[in-house]
């Protein structure tokens, strides 16, 4: 389940059948792994979510989807294509990454880039 568990789960379903819907789940989840039970903040700095898309068109509208989500949790959503880049202090503090396929593979081999990179989730 991907709320529920930490598992890798592969979710093929037509469009229009909730894939979105099963990733916020799996980043809820990932989010309340990291919410402080004495005060209900939520410790940004321990991870950090990459979501795929496959086209830059379908990386803008899931940065708006996702900020409407997110912002009442106080955290950060970030566009990263090869049209809208990020310097290493935007990655440092964005929660939620939004990529292409493309960008972020050239982005991961930087060795200098790879600070943060054991923090994702």
Request: proline content about 3%; some cysteine; overall charge positive.
């Amino acid at each position: 389940c991907a709320l529920f568990s930490a598992d890798n789960m592969l979710v093929c379903a037509p469009t229009g059948a909730g894939k979105t819907n099963v990733a916020v789940l799996t980043m809820l989840h990932e989010v309340g792994l990291h919410v402080n039970p004495n005060d209900g903040s939520i410790d940004r700095g321990k991870f950090k979510i990459v979501y795929i898309a496959p086209m830059k068109a379908l990386v803008a509208e899931m940065v708006g989807n996702f900020q409407k989500r997110f912002d009442k949790y106080g955290l950060k959503v970030g566009e990263l294509t090869g049209d809208v880049g990020m310097t290493r202090y935007q990655i440092a503090n964005t929660d939620i990454i939004i990529s292409t396929p493309e960008k972020w593979d050239i982005v991961t081999r930087k060795q200098r880039n790879r600070s943060f990179t054991h923090l994702l989730k």
